[in-house]
T-cell receptor, first 112, second 107 residues
């Protein structure tokens, strides 16, 4: 069974731009969560989607948004990029919310 | 919100040594996982262990939910065990990670 797939693996953007990251969960998994990892803040929860609905959201500004499609694939969008948005963005999937999460390899976003 | 602490923050071992990593949490949880993040940033599931004890090869984990802690044991460590070990738990609808233990295994 294929694992969680995140694209792209690496991305370089400049301040003020916007970016869209993609996550394809493990087949049959309906819950997709997004996390931001930075050296200073560690791993922080962004939001979780389940059956195309955002089920919960972490403490991030409205510039961070996401959506989930009917095939459970999810996208995360960050608008008006700031230098502090440079991070590793990780996506995880699970069959339901309260079950083991499986992570993708992440998208490393660099803001110049 | 819930507080998650991991100890020690850093650990250096010689190959072949054993170690115990600890995760303390401040409230009741119903979902706890241990992950290993390798030097390339990949997060690898080690255990899903809301309670009890599990073993997988040289690794084992124990969670005592009533006392709000979990332990990860690594025996006969290898250089490939190097990386950061995180415990993570579901608290309400959020999934909260501890700060991690950075393990370096020297040849």
């Amino acid at each position: 069974k294929a694992g969680v797939t995140q694209t792209p693996r690496y991305l370089i953007k400049t301040r003020g731009q916007q970016v869209t990251l993609s996550c394809s969960p493990i087949s049959g998994h309906r819950s997709v969560s997004w996390y931001q990892q930075t050296p200073g803040q560690g791993l922080q929860f962004l939001f979780e989607y389940f059956s195309e609905t955002q089920r919960n959201k972490g403490n991030f500004p409205g510039r961070f948004s996401g959506r989930q499609f009917s095939n459970s694939r999810s996208e995360m969008n960050v608008s008006t990029l700031e230098l502090g948005d440079s991070a590793l963005y990780l996506c995880a999937s699970s069959p339901e919310g309260d079950q083991p999460q499986h992570f993708g390899d992440g998208t490393r976003l660099s803001i110049l | 919100g819930i507080q998650v602490e991991q100890s020690p923050p850093d650990l250096i071992l010689q190959e072949g040594a054993n170690s115990t990593l600890r995760c303390n949490f401040s409230d009741s949880v119903n979902n706890l996982q241990w992950f290993h993040q390798n030097p390339w940033g990949q997060l690898i599931n080690l255990f899903y262990i809301p309670s009890g004890t599990k073993q997988n090869g040289r690794l084992s984990a124990t969670t005592v939910a009533t006392e709000r802690y979990s332990l990860l044991y690594i025996s006969s460590s290898q250089t490939t065990d190097s990386g950061v070990y995180f415990c993570a738990l579901r608290y309400g609808q959020n999934f909260v990670f501890g700060p991690g233990t950075r393990l370096s295994v020297l040849p």
